[in-house]
Each structure stands twice: as C-alpha cells, then as structure tokens.
C-alpha cells in the first residue's frame, strides 16, 4: 500500500494520541429516567478547624476564655511586647498579669473572666487563628463584654497591629467602663493603602493602670451577604461555584459528640450568641456554637441549597447510648427541631425561628436519624431508628428520612432485640477509599436493586494528598461520580468530605480534604474543580450509552478501565452533558455519536488536567491544577481528544 507524507503523518499523530477506535453511542431518545433533583451537595461538620478558625468569620480564637484543647486549658490572650514606634509603649509580662477562672462572668453562658491587672500601656494580644487576616479598607465589626474594678481606669484601646509591632492598621478606644459588665460595640476601618496579610494581632492597650475584667472579646470581618454573626465571605463563594442542591448539617461525628453532654444540642446553639454556652467538637477542641442551627440554615439558604437535616439518635462516639425505651426525650427534641426548620409563627419553635430574625420555614424534604449508626455495636439502633421514624413520618409523613446503617444491618439488629415494622425510605453509605478502589467501584451502582430504598452517599472521597488532595485523588473522585451520575435515579443525592481544612500547623485532624485556607487566603484542591465541573453540568435526565472497544490500564497491579464516562441532557434548554475521566497516562481519541437526537456542530470541552498524578493546589500555588474551556466541534458525530490524566466535561 502506497502511503503518502500526510498519511503517515496523520497516522504518527493517531498513534502519539491514541487510536479512535474507541466508540461510544448517546442515545438520547431513551433518555427517560429522571436525574435526581438535589443529586449535587455539601456535608460538613466541625473538624479540620472548619468552622472556628474557618467558615464562622468570626476572628478571635477563646473569645469566651473557655478553650480547652485536647483536655487542656488554654488562653491563647497573652501579654505583648510590640517593639514598635512610640506611640506604641513597649511592655512586657511584669506590665500585665493575666488570672482565668471559670466563674463571675457575665452570665450561665460566659462563665469565664480574664482578671487584667495592668500597668498604664500595658497590652495583650490575640493572634487569632494562626493569624489575624489584614485587608485594605476592610471594615471589621466587633464588641468586649468588660467590667473595671474600684480605683482602674476607665477605658482602653483596641488596635490591629502587625505582628512586628510597626503597623497599627486601624484603632479605636472603649470608655466608660465601670463596675458592672457592659456590652461595648466597636468598628475598625482598614486604610484604603494596605498590603493584605495575616501577620498581625488584635491588641487591647489599659489606658490606665488598674485591673481590667473580660468576659467576652468578638471580632468580624465583612461577612457574606453582610449576615451579622455571618459567615466568611471566600469560602461562601467557593461553596456556591460548587452549586450545591443540599446542605448535609451538623455532620457527622458532629452531630453525635463524645458523649451525651457534647452532642449537638441544637437548642442551646440558638438565639442570641451570647447566651450560647459552646461545646467540645468532637475533634479535640471548643466548638463556640456562634455557628449554630439558624446560622447553618441560612448558610444553606445563602448557597441556593436546601437542609438534609441530621437529628441526634440517642448514640455517641464513645458508644453510650439510650435503647428505644429512654429515648423519647430524644424523640421529642427532633420533632422540635424539624418545627423550628418548617413551622409556622403559630408553632412554638416556628414562633422561635421567627424571633430569631427568619420568618419564613425552611424547605425540607429529608432528615437522617443519627449518624454512622453501623458503628453500633450494642445493636440498638434499630430500635431508635424505629421510634424515631414512627414519631417523624407520624407528624410529619411528607418528609423522606434516611437511615445510617444499611438494611440488612438493621434488619438483622431488630431480628436480635425483637423490634418489628421496619420501614426504610433512604440509605446513608459512606466510602473512603483510594484512587484505585474508586476506579474499581465505579459501576457499583450499576447492580443495585432498584426495588429497594434510595441510596444517599452521604460521605466519601478518594484519600490521596494532604493537607487537600491531588490530581490523582481528584481522578478517583470524578471516576466515582460518573457511577454515582449513571445511577443517579437510585441516588438522592451525594457529598465529600471533608469539606474544610485550616492549612496551618495543627488545624489538620483529617487528611484529603476539599478547601483548603488560613486565616487570609482560601483554594480549592483539584478535587474540588471536579466538583464544580460535574455539579455545573449537569442536566434532568439520564442518557444511556453503549460503549465499543475502549481502552484499560494497568493500575497498581490491576487491569482497570482507563475511561469512565456518564451523559445527562437537560430536556428544557436542549443542552447534553457528557463527562469522561482519563486516569490513564496516555491520550485517548474517542468517537462519539449521538443517537436519537439532533445535536449543533459546536460546544465546549472543560478541562481539568495535570502533568503528574500528585501535582496539585496549595496556599501559594492556588491555580496550579485549574478546569480550562476549550470549542469543541460536535455534531452527530465527533471525535474528542482526551488529555492525560484529565477530567472532561463535553457540553453540546
């Protein structure tokens, strides 16, 4: 056979690329089941320093003067020595001598008093969390909950300086302190000229000698949608480029705590900040509750997502538990808690919501009774999920609820203590798993039983990288939600986690996680970029597709698929979205045509792709590994090269 210059050229490029032999049909005229509504969401809990130190934008670290870490008391408000010009008297720990005890404060809430006995100039400072974050013109809200003893001063100054003590960013002073505490407000206003940076500290100067009682210490940034005791305004933004259908709340070992006293109680999370005495996270240190039940629903709001709502279930991490038979106080607190979400001013805690500044009920369709119930142990959780499931559907028979151990598991625990008339409307599964175990799992769904209850994956990542992950992980992950994508008429819906981690020495409990942050600055990890990418595109019915000759992999000694692929059309605006995963470290030619339908000639390819499997995003590289648009011919039928190692998104 004669073959020209072109040719051969044309063929060495097919070769560099990879064949297009590999085919695959959409068939859009069979495009019938139904994409679940909320298929794309958020679960959080408090780990990670998610919420203190993280998403609750409030600055201050201890600001109650109660933080206990890892079983120790803590007081991270010391005495300071600024070095700096004049205007800033330079003291040290003789200038200023701090006491912390847990009573005398201002009211059941805020025990604690820091006891000040300061000399005139004496300061102390608050560093924050891992850094005070500095940005021009930033306008910061806050107040001290103070008192003076007989004799002290009458005022002090509050200032945010740098940490070398050479800048004063912005400063204001509080008078007319006396003998009983006072809620004193304050603003400070950074110039217009300012470099942005977290090495600075929130610095209280004693005007005068004497001694100097706190009780509380609050300090905002502008918040997203200038919500008071709101919420950062980055990690609000990142979280809705995500578009999120659902917010999973409070998580999570959140939701079940250590034991019974630090549970999340929703209604001491309640009401007026200050009356919210705070907990233990699960995690290791003090959740200040400043985030509370309100917060986390107008968090969903702000987002465009609904609540999946987690009610305790009588069990807790360590394993104590309640059996159905003590646990009706539990019972009833649930059926309160789903009143303040969905009631009406006519109900009493509706009525409180409404006091609590939101007059309008939040939508809600799911609650899921308890959390990681398979980790039971004693067996019992079918007799508390029954109670509890019997008492929700009772009042509320609309709601769809989810349990958190399968069915079988279950079915065998109420075999065991007797319990009979299990219903099930939505299963929890939680994964974990490599990047290869999710290539492995990704037609898992495929199998089910779709007589049986819904599926809700309510918790799962691939776990490469740390403190976020890499582009392998995110690979693994995009692999995973093309399954849970094809399935997703079996599916309610699904959500990482973790979703936050503080980047700092010491934030980090949980490795492989999606956003990571300091106290200035936020990214997103090549995981969370697949999840915009899936979550923006995605339409309301699923296509099916048949697959010819595609191409596999070897991985870690396995024979795997190099291409993972799902396809949703949106039957209103005519748009079709399929997605394909390359994991593998060669390109991929692929054909696709389009049955059944009729499709333009041009659309867009979103890339997210890296050179090596562990490249990835961090503080100071936040956009190395980022989704790139591209044209794309389409039609009938077209041919798409699939870069190494990439996740793509096709839209026509």
């Known amino acids: 056979m004669k073959t020209t210059k072109t040719a051969l050229t044309t063929l060495m490029l097919m070769a560099a690329l990879g064949t297009s032999a590999q085919q695959l049909t959409l068939q859009l005229d069979k495009a019938q089941k139904a994409v679940s509504p909320t298929l794309y969401g958020m ?24 933080e206990d870490v890892n079983g120790q008391r803590r007081n991270p408000w010391t005495p300071w020595h600024s070095g700096g010009p004049k205007y800033w008297l330079a003291t040290d720990t003789l200038a200023s001598q701090l006491t912390l005890t847990q009573k005398g404060g201002y009211n059941r809430a805020n025990p604690a008093v820091l006891k000040w006995k300061a000399k005139a100039g004496a300061s102390i400072a608050n560093g924050g969390f891992w850094g005070v974050p500095i940005r021009a013109k930033e306008h910061y809200k806050g107040y001290v909950i103070a008192k003076t003893e007989k004799g002290s001063g009458t005022s002090f100054t509050l200032s945010l300086v740098s940490n070398d003590g050479k800048t004063v960013f912005a400063s204001t002073k509080i008078d007319g302190l006396g003998e009983n505490w006072q809620k004193k407000s304050f603003e400070l206003t950074v110039p217009e000229k300012v470099k942005a940076t977290k090495d600075a500290r929130f610095v209280i100067i004693a005007d005068n000698e004497g001694t100097y009682d706190l009780s509380k210490t609050v300090l905002f940034p502008e918040t997203f949608n200038n919500r008071p005791n709101g919420l950062r305004k980055d990690l609000m933004e990142m979280m809705c480029r995500m578009k999120p259908k659902f917010l999973r709340f409070p998580g999570g070992n959140y939701l079940e705590g250590n034991d019974f006293r630090n549970r999340f109680d929703w209604k001491r999370t309640i009401g007026d900040p200050d009356e919210r005495p705070g907990h233990m996270s699960p995690w290791g240190y003090r959740s200040t509750d400043g985030l509370g039940l309100l917060e986390f629903l107008e968090w969903a709001e702000d987002c465009g997502a ?224 697949a999840q915009c990418m899936f979550a923006q595109n995605v339409g309301n019915r699923i296509v099916p597709m048949v697959d010819k000759d595609m191409p596999t992999m070897e991985y870690e000694g396995k024979k795997l698929p190099q291409l993972y692929y799902s396809a949703t059309t949106d039957t209103q605006s005519g748009r079709t979205y399929l997605k394909v995963v390359n994991g593998g470290k060669t390109a991929q030619t692929l054909t696709v045509t389009v049955s059944g339908g009729k499709v333009a000639g041009k659309g867009t390819i979103t890339t997210l792709k890296a050179a090596k499997p562990e490249d990835t995003n961090s503080i100071d590289n936040p956009k190395h590994v980022v989704p790139v648009t591209a044209k794309q011919k389409t039609g009938k039928t077209f041919k798409v090269v699939l870069a190494p190692l990439s996740v793509n998104v096709i839209k026509m």
């Open 43 to 66: 679960m959080t809990e408090e780990i990670n320093f998610s919420y203190e130190g993280g998403l609750y934008a409030q600055i201050l670290r201890d600001p109650s003067f109660r």
């Open 306 to 529: 609904e609540p999946i709502l987690g009610v305790f279930a009588g069990y807790t991490l360590s394993g104590d538990h309640l059996t159905a038979d003590y646990i009706d106080g539990f019972v009833q607190d649930a059926l309160d808690e789903i009143e303040y979400v969905t009631g009406g001013p006519e109900t009493k805690w509706g009525a409180q919501r409404v006091r609590d500044g939101h007059p309008q009920p939040f939508p809600l369709h799911y609650v899921e009774i308890g959390n990681e119930d398979f980790f039971d142990e004693s067996g019992s959780y079918a007799g508390r999920y029954k109670k509890l499931y019997d008492a929700i559907k009772a009042k509320y028979p609309q709601l769809q609820l989810i349990s958190t151990a399968d069915q079988k598991m279950v079915e065998h625990w109420a075999q065991e203590t007797g319990v009979t008339g299990l219903k099930f409307d939505v299963i929890d599964e939680h994964y974990y798993r490599s990047t290869g175990d999710m290539y492995a799992a990704a037609n898992q769904y495929d199998k089910y039983d779709r007589k049986g209850p819904k599926i809700f994956c309510g918790e799962w990542a691939a776990r490469e990288g740390k403190p976020t992950t890499n582009m392998n992980a995110a690979l693994g992950d995009a692999a995973w939600m093309t399954g849970m994508e094809r399935n997703a008429d079996l599916l309610i819906g699904h959500c990482y986690a973790p979703l936050f981690v503080n980047v700092n020495k010491g934030g980090m409990q949980w490795e492989s996680d999606l956003i990571g942050y300091d106290a200035l600055n936020a990214y997103g990890s090549p995981s969370y970029y």
